[in-house]
């Protein structure tokens, strides 16, 4: 005669059975940290190589300025290189060097007078593009820039839109400086490799 198991017996083999079985299947779909993906899976074709030249339009007085300081160190305004200043950006970029030319975009972000020996400044920006096939897509740029050396280079650390995966550099010219007002014209070529 077949031996029946006891009440308790039962209840645990039923838990253990739903346990282990249940168990299993959400371990099957368990969220996931990290997988490989191939490429294609998000539309990625072959890099390309774009270059882009614009001016950046920096307008420090007047009515409507671009560049605003928001931040200083206490000892900022006796400092021969500014530093300690932190300058809030929102600068057009236009196609040619005059602030009456086609606007292609904005350099927005930030900027730190990040040296005591030089004028040098810590940029953090991104180029936001508002023309033709680079409209809403942005590049973002993080790197040194010293300003009294006549072509600087910084990198293009990563983008958005078109520019998802990008990364290059951009080089920066001044083209002209107000001494009166601080004004400031910068030509930037930059090169960036993109999918």
Same mark, same amino acid.
């Given at each position: 005669?077949?031996?029946?198991?006891?009440?308790?017996?039962?209840? /645990? /083999?039923?838990? *253990?059975?739903?346990? *282990?079985?249940?168990?299993?299947?959400?371990?099957?779909?368990?969220?996931?940290?990290?997988?490989?993906?191939?490429?294609? #899976?998000?539309?990625?074709?072959?890099?390309?190589?774009?270059?882009?030249? /614009?001016?950046?339009?920096?307008?420090?007085?007047?009515?409507?300025?671009?560049?605003?300081?928001?931040?200083?160190?206490?000892?900022?305004?006796? #400092?021969?290189?500014?530093?300690?200043?932190? &300058?809030?950006?929102?600068?057009?970029?236009?196609?040619?060097?005059?602030?009456?030319?086609?606007?292609?975009?904005?350099?927005?972000?930030?900027?730190?007078?990040?040296?005591?020996?030089?004028?040098?400044?810590?940029?953090?920006?991104?180029?936001? *593009?508002?023309?033709?096939?680079?409209?809403?897509?942005?590049?973002?740029?993080?790197?040194?820039?010293?300003?009294?050396?006549?072509?600087?280079?910084?990198?293009?650390?990563?983008? #958005?839109?078109?520019?998802?995966?990008?990364?290059?550099?951009?080089?920066?010219?001044?083209?002209?400086?107000?001494?009166?007002?601080?004004?400031?014209? &910068?030509?930037?070529?930059? /090169?960036?490799?993109?999918?």
């Amino acid at each position: 005669m077949a031996k029946t198991l006891s009440k308790p017996t039962s209840i /645990f /083999f039923m838990l *253990f059975t739903i346990f *282990f079985f249940s168990t299993y299947v959400i371990a099957d779909e368990a969220p996931v940290f990290s997988k490989k993906l191939p490429p294609s #899976s998000l539309g990625l074709e072959q890099q390309k190589l774009s270059h882009l030249h /614009f001016y950046f339009q920096e307008i420090v007085r007047g009515p409507k300025p671009t560049a605003v300081r928001v931040a200083q160190a206490n000892t900022t305004n006796t #400092s021969p290189t500014g530093f300690g200043a932190v &300058v809030v950006i929102d600068d057009p970029l236009t196609l040619l060097p005059e602030n009456t030319s086609k606007v292609v975009g904005q350099a927005q972000g930030t900027y730190t007078f990040a040296s005591q020996s030089e004028s040098a400044l810590l940029m953090v920006m991104n180029f936001a *593009f508002t023309e033709g096939e680079y409209n809403g897509s942005t590049l973002s740029l993080l790197g040194r820039n010293t300003v009294s050396s006549s072509v600087r280079e910084m990198p293009i650390v990563g983008g #958005s839109g078109v520019f998802r995966f990008a990364r290059g550099y951009a080089q920066a010219k001044t083209y002209t400086f107000d001494n009166k007002t601080g004004d400031t014209v &910068v030509e930037y070529n930059v /090169f960036v490799l993109h999918h």
